[in-house]
Nanobody, 119 residues
Framework: QVQFEESGGGLVQPGGSLRLSCTASGSSFNFYLMAWYRKTPRNERELVATVTRDGVENYAAFVKGRFTITRGNVRNTVFLEMNNLQPEDTAVYYC?????????????WGQGTQVTVSP
């Protein structure tokens, strides 16, 4: 069973930066796509960014230009570099993946990592 483990969150002031990391275990192959989601205090899950195995990136409009998603050199690792963080970025951040281009997200979610942006 695939499991996701996120880390790197914390408390930062507005304008600050954080780098989130995610490692997925339980797969013998490289996922087609890895993604970062976040669950806001309003309990809404939002797609933040995705990156394919070939390095094609996509971002939600609300983070474009501030966040960068990258795949790691280790299989099925992904990072999210977050700059110029704002209070509205406060959320629990999760990663997930699609095994193949026609796959849906895995049902299993990790514990997430809390990002809090506050003066």
């Amino acid at each position: 069973q695939v499991q996701f483990e996120e880390s790197g969150g914390g408390l930062v002031q507005p304008g600050g930066s954080l780098r989130l990391s995610c490692t997925a275990s339980g797969s013998s192959f490289n996922f087609y796509l890895m993604a970062w989601y976040r669950k806001t205090p309003r309990n809404e899950r939002e797609l933040v960014a995705t990156v394919t195995r070939d390095g094609v990136e996509n971002y939600a409009a609300f983070v474009k230009g501030r966040f960068t998603i990258t795949r790691g050199n280790v299989r099925n690792t992904v990072f999210l570099e977050m700059n110029n963080l704002q209070p509205e970025d406060t959320a629990v951040y999760y990663c997930n993946a699609r095994a193949f281009s026609v796959s849906v997200l895995y049902n299993s979610w990790g514990q997430g990592t809390q990002v809090t942006v506050s003066p």
